[in-house]
């Protein structure tokens, strides 16, 4: 089977992963910093890591830079990662796991409804 794209615009998911680990860690501190500023900083960790989890175990035949995003966004808000929550999200910890996900640079239009239904 051929792919669409040339191997130069090929989707890496590991780098992609590891660059959303080294953008929440810039955000958020790590769990032994004393950048885990609060409960908040420290759930938005465990969301994330929990969504890039499920993202690792995913073929990566289908996804592109947007889509991983859009998916990474939809589990990390969502409690369904299969991580405990510890708390709820409040706007701040939303904010910045939209800023982590890429999501904060698209209209607010596009990314709500879309999101929820490629993470489902």
């Known amino acids: 089977m051929t792919s669409t794209h040339s191997s130069s615009q090929k989707f890496n998911k590991l780098e992609w992963i590891q660059q959303e680990i080294k953008e929440t860690r810039k955000e958020c501190g790590t769990a032994n910093s004393g950048e885990a500023r609060d409960k908040q900083y420290a759930e938005v960790r465990r969301r994330v890591v929990g969504a890039l989890g499920l993202i690792a175990t995913?073929?990566?035949?289908?996804?592109t830079p947007d889509t991983a995003g859009r998916l990474l966004y939809g589990l990390a808000i969502s409690s369904r990662t299969g991580q405990p929550t510890q708390g709820e999200l409040t706007e701040e910890g939303i904010r910045i796991i939209r800023k982590i996900s890429g999501m904060a640079q698209q209209p607010a239009k596009e990314n709500n409804a879309g999101t929820m239904g490629i993470a489902a």
Do not use: A, K, P
């Not at 995913?58 to 996804?63: H, K």
């Open 58 to 63: 995913r073929s990566g035949e289908d996804l």
